[in-house]
T-cell receptor, first 110, second 114 residues
Framework: GQQVMQIPQYQHVQEGEDFTTYCNSS?????IQWYKQRPGGHPVFLIQ?????EVKKQKRLTFQFGEAKKNSSLHITATQTTDVGTYFC??????????FGAGTTVTVRA | ETGVTQTPRHLVMGMTNKKSLKCEQH?????MYWYKQSAKKPLELMFV???????ENNSVPSRFSPECPNSSHLFLHLHTLQPEDSALYLC?????????????FGQGTRLTVV
């Protein structure tokens, strides 16, 4: 079945620095969604990408969908303490199933 | 708040107990989901209901029994659970089960089986 892998599992970032988390699928995806879960909270939808090579920005967050629609990335610039949490990608397939990655847990050093 | 409410927030139960988790949404969504979130593992989809009909049972043990009496409510009945079933159980809803629809998650029920 479809598997979605995320790397790295943990990301320790100095406040103000940039970082990227990656999402890779074993199969071609129909769409990819990104969610953020704050410590002790629940996943909250951030964005969805559908088109090959699509790039979307939300303030300091840049989301990209690969040309082959098998991978995606989330790049955060000038990391702030409010960016702490776990970021999940979720890949959609043609049978409407959404497969979540294990997430990248981000901690920030002030 | 996402508009998806789960109760209780925390639950401790013995392996011989029977309990139920409740999920409620008033977003007008037609699809509802149960997910299991264990430490260091991906979110695991357990059940999907679309227009009150179960459309997905992801090989979940029979000790977990879902119920969807209407499109706004979803239950997960638990009986004779095992310690490895301890996890955060998340309910979610979406406008429908199709593609390109975001999922709205509840705050989850933290379940501990002793």
């Amino acid at each position: 079945g479809q598997q979605v892998m995320q790397i790295p599992q943990y990301q320790h970032v100095q406040e103000g620095e940039d970082f990227t988390t990656y999402c890779n699928s074993s199969t071609t995806l129909s769409n990819i969604q990104w969610y953020k879960q704050r410590p002790g909270g629940h996943p909250v939808f951030l964005i969805q990408l559908v088109k090959s090579g699509e790039v979307k920005k939300q303030k300091r967050l840049t989301f990209q969908f690969g040309e082959a629609k098998k991978n995606s990335s989330l790049h955060i610039t000038a990391t702030q303490t409010t960016d702490v949490g776990t970021y999940f990608c979720a890949g959609g397939s043609n049978d409407y199933k959404l497969s979540f990655g294990a997430g990248t847990t981000v901690t920030v050093r002030a | 708040e996402t508009g998806v409410t789960q109760t209780p927030r925390h639950l401790v139960m013995g392996m011989t107990n029977k309990k139920s988790l409740k999920c409620e949404q008033h977003l007008g969504h037609n699809a509802m989901y149960w997910y299991k979130q264990s430490a260091k593992k991906p979110l695991e989809l357990m059940f999907v209901y679309n227009f009150k009909e179960q459309t997905e049972n992801n090989s979940v043990p029979s000790r977990f029994s879902p119920e969807c009496p209407n499109s706004s409510h979803l239950f997960l009945h638990l009986h004779t659970l095992q310690p490895e079933d301890s996890a955060l159980y998340l309910c979610a809803s979406s406008p429908d089960e199709g593609l390109n629809t975001e999922a709205f998650f509840g705050q989850g029920t933290r379940l501990t089986v002793v």
